[in-house]
């Protein structure tokens, strides 16, 4: 996927609605992407991107002709790489203090995270938009120094982006010196259903 200037991202509380937002971003502005579908809640998610302009363009009218029924929304005119990569399934795996972030949508979790990498030398983890056992949430995991990664909880709680709230739903913990096991677990995956099963030595009896 080749990156593109700026991105955005729409969710919306009704399917109808976020099928026909998709048509209405098509048909304004020559974007160079867009991937939506339903997610869990019976909501659905809208993403898009290409130049800034033609990205704000498709926005605009997508917000114009159908704001009753959006939830939240995010418009990062010139997105960081990492989020970028992060937000189509990159992960990957650091050492440090753990930053684990959760917001109520897609759309804030994608400004708390732009925040935290353009303020900070953080590195994102992993991020997950409203997929299957979130509700809609939206997730991201980042590491750095215990001194980067508070910054970060600080910066991410206030969000970028043009034009948009701070993250509805904002929670956050931190990890200053995660356990080996943590490390392992989070580096697997943070979904309980393709979690292995790591055995310890503790006590059975």
């Known amino acids: 996927m080749k990156k593109v200037s700026a991105l955005a991202v729409l969710d919306f509380d009704n399917i109808p609605t976020g099928v026909f937002a998709v048509d209405t971003i098509l048909k304004k502005a020559p974007i160079a992407f867009v991937r939506?579908?339903?997610?869990?809640?019976?909501?659905?998610?809208?993403?898009?991107?290409?130049?800034?302009?033609?990205?704000?363009e498709s926005l605009a009218e997508a917000r114009e002709r159908c704001a009753g029924a959006i939830l939240d929304q995010a418009f990062l005119p010139d997105v960081h790489d990492s989020l970028f990569d992060g937000v189509f399934g990159a992960k990957k795996k650091a050492t440090g203090s753990l930053l684990i972030i959760e917001t109520e949508t897609a759309a804030s979790i994608v400004r708390a995270v732009e925040a935290a990498l353009k303020g900070t030398p953080v590195q994102l983890l992993e991020i997950r938009l409203s997929d299957t056992g979130l509700s809609g949430k939206g997730v991201a995991l980042l590491a750095g120094t215990l001194h980067d990664i508070e910054a970060a909880s600080v910066l991410a709680a206030s969000g970028a982006g043009a034009d948009a709230p701070p993250p509805l739903g904002y929670s956050y913990r931190l990890i200053a010196a995660p356990h080996d096991v943590t490390e392992r677990n989070i580096a697997g995956t943070t979904r309980f259903n393709e979690a292995q099963v790591i055995e310890l030595d503790g006590e059975i009896a």
């Open 36 to 56: 939506a579908g339903t997610v869990t809640r019976g909501r659905y998610l809208v993403l898009f991107g290409g130049s800034t302009g033609a990205t704000a």
